[in-house]
């Protein structure tokens, strides 16, 4: 069974580098305005996605399991 994980955003933050989208572009996408947007559902665990939340350069993003919570990286 593949991990899930949740990916939140703090807009408020973020710079609309394009770090994320460029790194998992299957996982975040940039919105009109500029800013980083999250999916909807879950994500599969994958180095790519943490690997986006480690680089960006404002620290907007949170990765969290789906099961119990637990975060996988915090800014």
Same mark, same amino acid.
């Given at each position: 069974?593949?991990?899930?994980?949740?990916?939140?955003?703090?807009?408020?933050?973020?710079?609309?580098?394009?770090?994320?989208?460029?790194?998992?572009?299957?996982?975040?996408?940039? @919105?009109?305005?500029?800013?980083?947007?999250?999916?909807?559902a879950?994500?599969e665990?994958?180095?790519?996605?943490?690997?986006?939340? @480690?680089?960006?350069?404002?620290?907007?993003?949170?990765?969290?399991k789906?099961?119990?919570? @637990?975060?996988?990286?915090?800014?």
């Amino acid at each position: 069974m593949t991990e899930l994980w949740t990916v939140e955003i703090d807009s408020s933050v973020c710079v609309g580098s394009g770090l994320c989208a460029s790194s998992a572009p299957e996982c975040f996408t940039l @919105e009109t305005s500029g800013r980083a947007r999250p999916p909807q559902a879950p994500v599969e665990a994958a180095d790519e996605v943490l690997e986006a939340a @480690e680089n960006c350069p404002a620290a907007a993003i949170t990765l969290r399991k789906v099961a119990g919570g @637990e975060e996988v990286f915090a800014p």
